[in-house]
């Protein structure tokens, strides 16, 4: 394992060509090392023959800690683990905890269908992005191979998520591979019984497949080890998960235990790890709206550490909403504040008399100033001012958010003030108020001090336009 760019820079061509988009290969090397760049990204180092030793040798030493495993094909394909690190703030988390939602091949065909179709068509925004779900998994609850087949040929009949086989019984994944072979299904489970078919089933049909052992770590060690050495590289871990009470106890030092070995160069156990939050409706809640909070309760524990993978049963919004939202939060990469393109925005439908206002592009700044003014019918240009993603108040302190900045956005948008509205005015936030004269200067234009806040902005419209 490397971890300066000086060691992954021997590997490198060092010929400054530039094709890699980068001025030196050591600035690819540090690419490399924080993980924002990947090997074939080098031209040279992929094409040329004389340096196929050393390519191979890099990816190997730039392997993440943690395998990274991939569940599907195509655009929705799911990729778990990969990470390299125990504390996000120390690089950062890859692959956010991807949630699998339950069918059984015991439902009515029509129920069977409309529950794919909601996991499929699940979208929440959420800061300028669309958050959704990742997967089915498909339960076998009948244990009969022709009936969980027929499932299988529903569920992916109808949706293009990945999928999970869920049985212990090896006939019955079998019959379930014959029908989604080409979708690299997931694989649940292999265990002390079955481990030796499963095996063969994961090798046979080359999908990756989930080792489980009910609290009981060495036994889980023991058949990824067994698996690894007989050519099954995609494993995931499946510790158990209790609902509750001490097991849950158990069950949270289970996956810390296994995480930190796996950071610490334990390759036998560096796999991917499974949560079942869904066994909260094992536990014998009868109440449907209890049962589903604390699956919640587990869906959060269980993101925070280390579960890469989840099976989960409610899709109640009240479940669902801070399920997706965490996850979002927990994998989002603090070396860069999130952000959006720094461009000019067309809120509602604006024309020449509409106003023009500038904020950040600080992701969480600029949708909630969006949103106030879509959600008050105020048809306006909204500029985004490139400021490394850091919102209005600190980045006037810290010098991103400038007159010289404000204008360099409104050039690079193509906006002109003078041509493209009637009254060659701007309004700036009321946190870069002591931007304004500066602005004006640079810009030529009239400037207003908008409100500190932007709910403010419907009553200032009203006492301030038109101008
Ligand atoms: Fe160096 Fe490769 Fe980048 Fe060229 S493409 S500068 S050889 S890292």
Request: proline share 6%; net charge negative.
């Amino acid at each position: 394992k490397i971890n300066s760019p000086l060691e992954a820079y021997k590997y490198l061509p060092q010929t400054n060509c530039g094709e890699c988009g980068e001025p030196t290969c050591m600035a690819f090397a540090s690419k490399l090392i924080d993980r924002s760049g990947k090997t074939t990204d080098c031209p040279p180092l992929v094409k040329e023959k004389k340096f196929a030793k050393k390519l191979a040798e890099l990816d190997k030493l730039l392997a993440p800690e943690i395998r990274e495993v991939a569940i599907g094909v195509g655009d929705r394909v799911a990729k778990i683990g990969g990470d390299d690190v125990l504390y996000r703030h120390k690089l950062t988390f890859f692959n956010k905890t991807k949630m699998f939602f339950d069918v059984t091949d015991t439902m009515e065909e029509a129920a069977l269908v409309e529950r794919v179709k909601k996991i499929t068509d699940y979208k929440k925004f959420y800061v300028g992005r669309n958050l959704l779900l990742d997967g089915v998994a498909i339960r076998a609850a009948s244990n009969d191979p022709a009936k969980f087949a027929a499932a299988v040929k529903k569920v992916i009949e109808n949706t293009e998520l990945p999928v999970i086989l869920c049985s212990f019984n090896p006939a019955v994944l079998k019959a379930g591979l014959e029908v989604a072979k080409d979708k690299n299904p997931l694989l649940y489970a292999a265990n002390k019984d079955n481990w030796k078919e499963v095996g063969e089933l994961a090798l046979e049909y080359k999908v990756p497949v989930v080792v489980s052992a009910f609290n009981d770590l060495d036994t889980l060690k023991s058949l990824a080890k067994t698996f690894a050495e007989a050519g099954i590289k995609d494993i995931v871990l499946d510790p158990g998960t209790y609902p509750s009470g001490k097991g849950l106890k158990d069950t949270f030092t289970n996956f810390l235990k296994i995480r930190r070995a796996g950071i610490m160069g334990d390759t036998e156990i560096a796999y991917p790890i499974m949560a079942m939050p869904l066994t909260a409706w094992m536990s014998g809640i009868s109440d449907p709206v209890s049962a589903s909070y604390w699956e919640t309760v587990l869906s959060s524990v269980f993101t925070i550490r280390y579960g890469d993978i989840m099976l989960l049963h409610s899709m109640e919004p009240y479940a669902t909403m801070p399920e997706v939202h965490l996850a979002e939060t927990i994998y989002t990469d603090p070396r860069s504040p999130v952000a959006v393109d720094s461009k000019m925005y067309k809120v509602g439908t604006p024309d020449e008399n509409s106003p023009v206002l500038f904020t950040t592009n600080f992701a969480l700044t600029y949708y909630t100033v969006e949103s106030d003014l879509a959600s008050n019918g105020i048809n306006c240009w909204l500029l985004a001012v490139n400021t490394d993603g850091i919102g209005v108040e600190a980045s006037v302190a810290g010098g991103q958010l400038t007159a010289d900045k404000v204008k360099e956005a409104f050039e690079k948008s193509g906006f002109d003030l003078k041509k493209d509205v009637t009254h060659n005015t701007v309004i700036t936030p009321g946190l870069a108020a002591r931007l304004q004269g500066d602005i004006e200067d640079k810009l030529g234009a009239k400037v207003l001090v908008g409100p500190m806040d932007s709910g403010r902005l419907p009553g200032f419209m009203e006492k301030n336009w038109p101008p």
